[in-house]
C-alpha cells in the first residue's frame, strides 16, 4: 500500500507540473516596416514571446524600463528571437536602428507592477512615445 501511495503521489505531482508547463503560451510579435505588431501585448508570467520577421530589426530590453530582476538583454540584428517571460510587470523594448522612427514596443507581464517605475523615467523621442503608449494601456487593465 505504500509503495502504491508513492506512485500516486509521483503521478500526481508530474501531473501538476505538466499542467503548470501546458498552460504557458506562446506570442508573435512581427516586425512590419518600421513597427511591431501588435506594439503593446499582454501575457502571463511564463509566456514565450518571438519576434518574427527581423530582416533589419533588434529586439533591445531596456535596462530602467523594464521589472526590477528581469534580464535586459539585446538580440542579434536581423535574427527572429525569443524570450520566455517570468517577471511581471512591463517590459519596454526598442529596435535600436529605427526607435527614431518610433520602433518600439512593450510586453506587460501579469500586473503591471512597476507602472509607477516606468512613469518617474525621463524618455522622450520615439522610446517616449512607445512609454506613454504602455503606460495608458497597462493604466486601463
Same mark, same amino acid.
Given at each position: 500500500?505504500k509503495? /502504491? %501511495?508513492?506512485?500516486?503521489?509521483?503521478l500526481?505531482f %508530474? !501531473?501538476?507540473l505538466?499542467?503548470?508547463?501546458? *498552460?504557458?503560451?506562446?506570442h =508573435?510579435? #512581427?516586425?512590419q516596416?518600421?513597427? /511591431?505588431?501588435?506594439?503593446?501585448i %499582454?501575457i @502571463?508570467?511564463?509566456?514565450?514571446?518571438?519576434?518574427?520577421? +527581423?530582416s533589419?530589426?533588434?529586439?533591445? *530590453?531596456?535596462e !530602467?524600463l523594464?521589472p526590477?530582476?528581469a @534580464?535586459? /538583454?539585446?538580440?542579434p540584428?536581423s535574427e527572429d528571437? =525569443?524570450? %520566455?517571460f517570468?517577471?511581471e510587470?512591463?517590459h519596454?523594448? #526598442?529596435?535600436?536602428?529605427?526607435?527614431?522612427a &518610433? +520602433? !518600439?514596443?512593450?510586453?506587460?507581464? !501579469? $500586473?503591471? &507592477?512597476?507602472?509607477?517605475a516606468? $512613469?518617474? #523615467?525621463?524618455v522622450?523621442? &520615439?522610446?517616449?512615445r512607445?512609454?506613454? $503608449?504602455?503606460i495608458?494601456k497597462a493604466?486601463?487593465?
Amino acid at each position: 500500500m505504500k509503495k /502504491f %501511495t508513492s506512485i500516486l503521489t509521483a503521478l500526481l505531482f %508530474t !501531473g501538476l507540473l505538466a499542467a503548470g508547463s501546458a *498552460m504557458a503560451a506562446d506570442h =508573435s510579435v #512581427q516586425a512590419q516596416g518600421m513597427k /511591431f505588431s501588435p506594439m503593446i501585448i %499582454t501575457i @502571463e508570467p511564463g509566456d514565450t514571446v518571438s519576434w518574427e520577421n +527581423m530582416s533589419t530589426h533588434n529586439v533591445h *530590453m531596456m535596462e !530602467g524600463l523594464i521589472p526590477e530582476g528581469a @534580464e535586459a /538583454f539585446v538580440s542579434p540584428m536581423s535574427e527572429d528571437v =525569443s524570450h %520566455t517571460f517570468e517577471n511581471e510587470g512591463i517590459h519596454i523594448y #526598442q529596435c535600436d536602428p529605427h526607435i527614431g522612427a &518610433g +520602433m !518600439g514596443g512593450a510586453v506587460i507581464v !501579469g $500586473k503591471p &507592477g512597476n507602472l509607477e517605475a516606468i $512613469k518617474s #523615467q525621463d524618455v522622450s523621442g &520615439g522610446l517616449g512615445r512607445v512609454v506613454d $503608449k504602455a503606460i495608458e494601456k497597462a493604466e486601463g487593465m
